[in-house]
């Protein structure tokens, strides 16, 4: 095994390998052999020579004349390079008007009126409030699917309607548009993190962009090439634009299938373009508490979080639309770190420190390691109800059944920017829930009342590679007090203890 290992790692061992291949030769073979070489690398310069001197020529003549004409043209047709903004998505938003009423109040928590461009997709005409129509986007009726055929006897005919909105966005001709993004009623999208994921891509080329399930079941009776449309997806322009030409046919070529998501992927299959993943859409096929995936979420920008109705609310003791307006604070302040996890220990007291910024702090007695925080507990159920720890995609880790190693988790009460000079953000965090009685002989996190976080904002986290932010427990004298630092590691700074 060791040997094996050996061979592969040490790339000498090769060279020394064919270096005793050619030592066996007798001496008179070698300069024979030595001599056809040169005579050969001989013949094949001067060739080499004579038609590179060809094509030298055939440059130099190019360099003359064709560079001004391209010049020309690159002045007169390329605008200057604009980064993806906000302004160059339009949002297709599936809804129905039975669900109106309080599916609204979540598209009210993100939607900017004044900065972004998007449609309602509704299928009959819902009753609207005035005050409404400046905090929402403008509503429309879909067109007409009653003739094409439906077959799948679980399903619902709306998916045909929900699936078509991406040409129906596309042709009502709006200017400017480089993406359109994809969402449900019940989807949450954080703005600036969705502009930030899509400055990576060429709006030009064909881009298909969302993520797959939480259900590693659901993913196998759709398809792990498909973006759930409840976790939102993303389509360039130019595949939008293949994609309308094409829609109607594709959608009859598939009436049994169940959605929305899995007409277009079929339709993507269709044109040849795969999904591109991106880990910060969430579909949350899930029941229960989200807690284990928003606190260990993976080193990605959190894009959106969907079936709101679905799981519980992500703070405790307050409404959905209470808990994801507590966003709002952080997000405004620093959006690409919203969810970030980092990990640290508080040496003196043996104490690991997991924080997701902007959501919740957690202490656990004693010492974790990295690769165990990093994974999700699974603090909620899978899409069948049911504790599995099979159904994931990913890796979970067990909520631990010893009441002393249950963590004392603090959730994000308050943000401010603590210091305008080096707009450094302090957020606070606290314990809305006890802990059981714990009888091990340490030091006990009970007295801690407070978490403050203190962190630079980076608008450049998500132009590097992921990397997972560090944290550091400070020394302080403030009785009830936990404060930690957050930010870009330190040259060799590792999660050690
Ligand atoms: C977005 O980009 C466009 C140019 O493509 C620019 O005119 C506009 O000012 C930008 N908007 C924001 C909010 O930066
Ligand atoms: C919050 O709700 C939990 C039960 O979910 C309850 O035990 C706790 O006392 C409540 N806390 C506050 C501050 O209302
Ligand atoms: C603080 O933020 C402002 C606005 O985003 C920026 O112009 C300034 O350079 C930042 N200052 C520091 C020290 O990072």
């Not at 609207?128 to 006897?153: A, C, G, Q, V, W």
């Not at 003196?348 to 902007?358: A, H, K, Q, Y």
């Not at 007695?365 to 990913?394: Q, V």
């Not at 004298?477 to 040259?491: F, P």
Request: charged letters at 25%.
């Amino acid at each position: 095994m060791s040997t094996m290992k050996n061979n592969f790692k040490d790339p000498d061992h090769h060279l020394h390998h064919h270096h005793h291949l050619y030592s066996s030769w007798s001496f008179s073979k070698l300069m024979a052999f030595f001599f056809l070489l040169i005579s050969i690398s001989y013949l094949f310069y001067s060739l080499r020579f004579v038609s590179h001197s060809y094509d030298c020529d055939h440059n130099h003549h190019e360099a003359l004349h064709i560079p001004i004409a391209r010049e020309q043209i690159s002045q007169q047709e390329s605008p200057p390079f604009e980064e993806t903004n906000v302004s160059h998505i339009v949002f297709g938003i599936g809804a129905s008007a039975k669900l109106w009423k309080q599916r609204k109040e979540y598209i009210k928590l993100w939607w900017r009126p004044r900065e972004m461009r998007g449609v309602v997709w509704l299928e009959q005409k819902v009753k609207t409030d005035p005050s409404d129509e400046r905090s929402l986007p403008p509503l429309r009726i879909s067109k007409d699917t009653s003739k094409f055929k439906y077959r799948n006897p679980k399903g619902h005919r709306s998916a045909i309607r929900i699936s078509r909105i991406v040409s129906e966005t596309l042709r009502l001709g709006m200017k400017g548009v480089r993406w359109f993004v994809m969402g449900d009623d019940d989807t949450f999208f954080v703005a600036e993190n969705l502009v930030k994921v899509l400055q990576k891509y060429d709006h030009n080329q064909f881009y298909y962009i969302g993520s797959s399930s939480e259900s590693h079941l659901q993913n196998i009776y759709f398809s792990y090439n498909m973006a759930y449309g409840g976790g939102g997806f993303a389509i360039s322009y130019p595949l939008a634009v293949a994609l309308e030409k094409m829609q109607d046919r594709c959608i009859q070529r598939y009436p049994g299938l169940y959605g929305s998501d899995d007409r277009i992927q079929a339709c993507m299959a269709e044109l040849g373009v795969p999904l591109t993943k991106e880990k910060g859409f969430h579909q949350f096929d899930v029941y229960g508490n989200l807690f284990g995936l928003l606190a260990a979420h993976p080193v990605a920008p959190l894009v959106s979080l969907h079936h709101l109705d679905v799981v519980e609310p992500i703070f405790p003791n307050v409404s959905r639309v209470e808990a994801l307006k507590r966003l709002n604070g952080p997000m405004k302040v620093d959006p690409a770190g919203l969810m970030q996890q980092s990990i640290c220990y508080d040496k003196e007291r043996s104490w690991t420190v997991s924080v997701s910024w902007g959501y919740a702090v957690q202490i656990f007695r004693g010492i974790f390691s990295a690769r165990e925080m990093e994974m999700p507990a699974r603090t909620f159920l899978n899409w069948y109800k049911r504790a599995d720890y099979t159904a994931y995609p990913f890796n979970t880790r067990p909520v631990s059944r010893n009441v002393c190693q249950k963590p004392f988790v603090y959730y994000f009460s308050n943000a401010l920017l603590h210091d305008k000079a080096s707009n450094e953000t302090a957020t606070q965090y606290t314990r809305l829930q006890q802990n059981p009685p714990c009888k091990w002989k340490m030091e006990d996190p009970t007295q801690i009342k407070l978490v403050e976080v203190y962190k630079k904002p980076d608008p450049l986290l998500w132009d590097k590679a992921p990397r997972r932010n560090c944290c550091r427990v400070r020394r302080t004298k403030k009785k009830g007090s936990l404060v930690i630092d957050v930010g870009e590691c330190r040259e060799n700074e590792v999660v050690e203890l």
